[in-house]
């Protein structure tokens, strides 16, 4: 009975890594999209909402699959509570990532007012902090998930440089308005997706310690 449930714990785990990989893909197309002016790419992105919405689903009825038909101790009970904890924050990074790409469409047949060297540091940066989840959950990395909380201070720094440094292209013309308007947005949303991703290590730092935010829960 036990080799099952081990066996189920597994493939939980693979279908959160699924997940999180989808997600690091995404983001890497969308800003692929945006730096090579490829709006089919972009198109593909925001059309994508539905492969999220498949893998959280999948994952939601494993783990109370798991939770229904075995007897889980409290730290399988933790495995599971994380998983259902993080699908919540990756699908949000889904739907995020699909806002970003409707906004690049925006730009389709324009010249950027203002190269976005600080919002492709935010993407890379957000590529990163998914990628140190993946890993730091994997192998249960407590120091790794904690580097990913590091980082999104970064990610809100770069978010505030480019506020700056865009709102005063909003006292110009209605073309630049609009793109000031949107590259904001973009960076806002980037800024939200470190938050969920930031979310995420924090439920992987409970399946590790049974901590979360500092109050011992399971």
Not at 140 to 146: G, M
Request: proline share 1%; aromatic share 4%.
């Amino acid at each position: 009975m036990r080799n099952r449930f081990d066996r189920e714990l597994e493939e939980l785990q693979g279908d959160l890594v699924r997940m999180a990989q989808f997600i690091e893909t995404t983001i890497d197309k969308m800003m692929s999209a945006f730096t090579t002016n490829n709006y089919e790419l972009a198109r593909e992105v925001s059309e994508n909402d539905d492969i999220a919405d498949d893998l959280e689903a999948q994952i939601e009825r494993r783990s109370l699959r798991i939770l229904l038909s075995q007897q889980p101790v409290a730290k399988d009970l933790r495995t599971i509570s994380t998983a259902l904890k993080m699908i919540t924050d990756m699908e949000r990074i889904c739907d995020l990532a699909g806002n970003i790409s409707r906004a690049v469409l925006r730009f389709e047949g324009q010249e950027l007012i203002k190269k976005p060297e600080n919002v492709l540091l935010m993407s890379e940066k957000c590529v990163v902090m998914v990628n140190k989840c993946i890993q730091a959950f994997i192998n249960n990395d407590l120091e790794l998930a904690k580097e990913v909380m590091a980082l999104d201070d970064e990610v809100d720094t770069l978010y505030r440089v480019v506020h700056n440094n865009v709102a005063p292209l909003v006292e110009q013309n209605q073309r630049t308005i609009e793109q000031a308007v949107d590259l904001v947005m973009i960076a806002k949303n980037f800024e939200r997706i470190g938050d969920h991703t930031v979310n995420i290590a924090e439920w992987i730092i409970f399946n590790i310690t049974g901590e979360h935010k500092d109050k011992k829960l399971i």
